[in-house]
């Protein structure tokens, strides 16, 4: 079992960062592959970022490549997304998601654990 608790979620005005936290517990952190999710209002969850248990792979979804970043810290057990340039359509409840074996682009069928989430707004 893993358990996967966000942080980090807040009010942010068009044009600046957050950075949203996701620390884990459980089985090794260190193995597993972790990603992004998020989901507006009326729409569908959707992948947002990945990176590998080594960190050495990451992936982004197009909508926001260039602006996000995805990292961690293994010795904390945590995942990190950056976000910068935020835009109105990047408001959303955000989601942690772990799964054993990395992929480039994730399924929300694909995941083993989900966090409860942290949510971001972004005002015009």
């Known amino acids: 079992q893993v358990q996967l608790v966000e942080s980090g979620g807040g009010l942010v005005q068009a044009g600046g960062s957050l950075r949203l936290s996701c620390v884990a517990s459980g089985r090794a952190f260190s193995s597993t592959a972790m990603a992004w999710f998020r989901q507006a209002p009326g729409k569908e969850r959707e992948f947002v970022a990945t990176i590998s248990w080594s960190g050495g792979r990451t992936s982004y979804a197009d909508s926001v490549k260039g602006r996000f970043t995805i990292s961690r810290d293994n010795a904390k057990n945590t995942v990190y997304l950056q976000m910068n340039s935020l835009k109105s359509e990047d408001a959303a409840v955000y989601y942690c998601?772990?799964?054993?074996?990395?992929?480039?682009?994730?399924?929300?069928?694909?995941?083993?654990?989900w966090g409860k989430g942290t949510l971001v707004t972004v005002s015009s």
């Open positions: 998601a772990a799964r054993l074996q990395y992929s480039s682009m994730w399924d929300t069928r694909e995941v083993d654990y």
